[in-house]
């Protein structure tokens, strides 16, 4: 009986396992009527979305052109890029329709989406290389940016070159005369002046136009025939020269700068011809054109070259460094420029040797050049500059003892400017320190006055003499407080010996310094420079109502004689009488310029 219920519970339990296994496969087992669901597959690998090539020639007439944007591998997402246009030597608006920064999208399980470029056709002939823009990508989301993130549209002319009528010679142009900074011609930013001549050889134009503080003005010269060779400067509202340029590119003779405003008012361009040749109905044209300032916008991608300096390709923009630390920079461009400068300043003193070393890392391939410029970004006299600092050594290095309390800038450039491609690979440190230098005074000679009767004692000794060209009987004295011109670096001053003070008038006296610096204005520049000074030429102060001598001394080397503490009943007449110069000082204190013009010399010995 045990056997037989043993069996039975045996034959239960498997019968009970079975229903089991079948209940459970039919709950998990679809049926016919019941639909499969799959999981959706990953994405494996983040594309990369690029133009179809790195640059494209168009001939100026193409019209439009249909633009492909690509990813190398398809994505099961959407993929979204930015994309706009900046300028190069072709101009949005002009030479082509300007693409403003907007959002391209390559849908889901597609691989490329297209753009179209208009291209202007004009009536001007552009002489030399063809012109180019920029067309760049930038923000992906769902992707990453291709090597072919940037194109470059080259534009080929196909209008001819204009044939010279000989009946329609042109010598002198419209805007003449206009050889000086006084007589420069008013033109405006977004005007082109044309049939521009620089007849006859050594002719110079001068042009002024109204700048905006903050604005950024591209200024630059065109359409040059054959024959002109231009060369550009611009200067400030002061008159010191902020900007030049030769051949804008390798194989172009046109001129072009960009600059930034710093203050509302007049700014002014000169223009001369390189070329020697008979300059006879050649012609060129003249343009400004305001630009919107570069404003870098945030993106996930960094811009090439973009660092805690940039941009500071300008005076204005210079980046500030500090002493005794090591900076790392490259010379890679920004904003679709073509090649990337590094200005830097540091705050001196006086009597401080500073010194600015450039180092090339291993790997690197920069070949730096290295240039010193005073405060207004002006060159020093002699110029301070340095290629490589040792045989063998691609660095350069340079020592400047100051001699005032003011920036220094430092210009750094690339020797050979780098391919763009190339650039990130040409890499170099910076490192500014400062010494403190014990410079060995120099005695200089002072003439003396021993009282008695108002007059002076015979010369302690004879000043050196000086050969001047001719000038006028009597200098104008050149009033520059309405130009606020920045007051150049102080030159070393001369001791003076002061001479009895007569007994003040009535009404008590005043106390006065002052500076008078006579100069050879030999670069027609309207500023003394420290190569230009007259030297031991006498200046004499009276007293203006009694007519007693107070003080006199002679110029030193700088063409500087300094007055401090001048004691006087009223105002003091200051008098030199080798230029028959005469000036009234009413204030506390007075700098007086005496500016010699230069004068033609003489054709011959009569």
């Keep these: 009986m045990k056997s037989i219920r043993r069996l039975l519970q045996l034959s239960l339990g498997l019968l009970l396992a079975v229903v089991l296994v079948a209940a459970f496969a039919f709950t998990v087992s679809p049926s016919a009527n ?86 202007i056709n004009d009536n001007n002939d552009e002489p030399g290389a063809n012109e180019f823009f920029y067309v760049e990508l930038s923000d992906p989301i769902s992707a990453t940016l291709g090597a072919n993130w940037r194109m470059t549209v080259f534009i080929v002319d196909d209008d001819p070159t204009p044939t010279p009528d000989d009946d329609d010679t042109i010598y002198l142009d419209a805007y003449e005369p206009n050889n000086t900074l006084a007589e420069s011609y008013t033109t405006s930013a ?78 002014y361009a000169r223009i001369d011809n390189r070329d020697p040749s008979d300059p006879t109905d050649k012609r060129y044209c003249f343009e400004i054109r305001e630009l919107t300032p570069p404003t870098p916008t945030p993106s996930q991608t960094p811009i090439p070259g973009d660092s805690d300096c940039e941009f500071n390709s300008t005076i204005e923009t210079a980046c500030t460094i500090g002493l005794d630390q090591t900076y790392h920079f490259d010379f890679v461009p920004v904003y ?78 690339p020797v050979n400017v780098p391919p763009y491609e190339e650039a990130p690979q040409h890499t170099y440190d910076l490192i500014c320190t400062a010494t403190i230098a014990t410079a060995t005074p120099t005695a200089t000679p002072t003439q003396a006055y021993t009282g008695g009767g108002g007059g002076f004692s015979p010369p302690v000794s004879t000043p050196t003499p000086i050969v001047f060209p001719t000038f006028p009987p009597t200098p104008t ?51 003394p420079e420290l190569t230009e000074g007259v030297v031991d030429t006498a200046v004499t102060l009276y007293e203006n109502s009694s007519g007693n001598l107070i003080a006199f001394g002679y110029t030193n080397e700088a063409g500087l004689i300094h007055f401090d503490s001048i004691s006087s009943a009223g105002a003091v007449q200051v008098v030199v009488p080798f230029l028959n110069y005469t000036q009234i000082v009413t204030g506390e204190s007075a700098d007086i310029l005496v500016r010699i013009a230069p004068q033609p010399l003489p054709v011959g010995i009569p």
């Excluded at 042009?207 to 054959?226: E, I, N, P």
């Design 34 to 119: 019941t639909a499969s669901v799959q999981a959706a597959p990953l994405q494996q690998t983040t594309p990369e979305v690029e133009f179809s090539a790195s640059s494209v020639t168009l001939d100026e007439d193409a019209g439009s052109y249909l633009l492909t944007i690509q990813l190398d591998i398809t994505s099961t997402n959407d993929v979204q890029v930015e994309i706009e246009s900046l300028q190069g030597t072709a101009f949005g608006g002009e030479d082509y329709t300007t693409i403003p920064q907007q959002t391209i999208t390559i849908p889901a399980n597609d691989d490329e989406a297209n753009f179209t470029l208009n291209i």
């Design 477 to 527: 004295p050149i009033d520059l407080s309405g130009l606020n011109t920045p007051a150049p670096p102080t030159p070393p001053t001369v001791q003076f010996q002061a001479l009895p003070t007569a007994t003040p008038l009535s009404g008590g006296g005043t106390t006065s310094t002052i500076n008078v610096t006579i100069y050879y204005d030999a670069n027609e520049n309207f500023m």
């Design 336 to 413: 679709g420029s073509l090649q990337d400068t590094d200005i830097f300043r540091i705050w001196m003193k006086p009597g401080i040797e500073y010194t600015c070393e450039s180092t090339i890392p291993p790997g690197s391939f920069a070949d730096t050049n290295m240039i010193f410029l005073d405060a207004y970004g002006n060159s020093f006299q002699p110029n301070l500059g340095n290629d490589d600092k040792a045989f063998g050594d691609l660095g350069s290095k340079l020592s400047y003892l100051s001699t005032y309390t003011g920036w220094l800038h430092v210009m750094m450039g």
């Design 190 to 267: 977004g005007t082109k002046l044309c049939n521009i001549t620089l007849w006859p050889t050594g002719d110079v134009d001068y042009f002024r136009f109204t700048g905006k503080a903050g604005s950024y003005y591209d200024v630059f010269t065109t359409d040059l025939d054959a024959g002109i060779d231009t060369n550009l400067q611009v200067f400030d509202t002061q008159g010191v020269l902020i900007a030049s340029n030769d051949d804008f590119e390798p194989g172009q003779r046109r001129s072009q700068v960009t600059i930034v405003a710093d203050v509302d008012g007049f700014y």
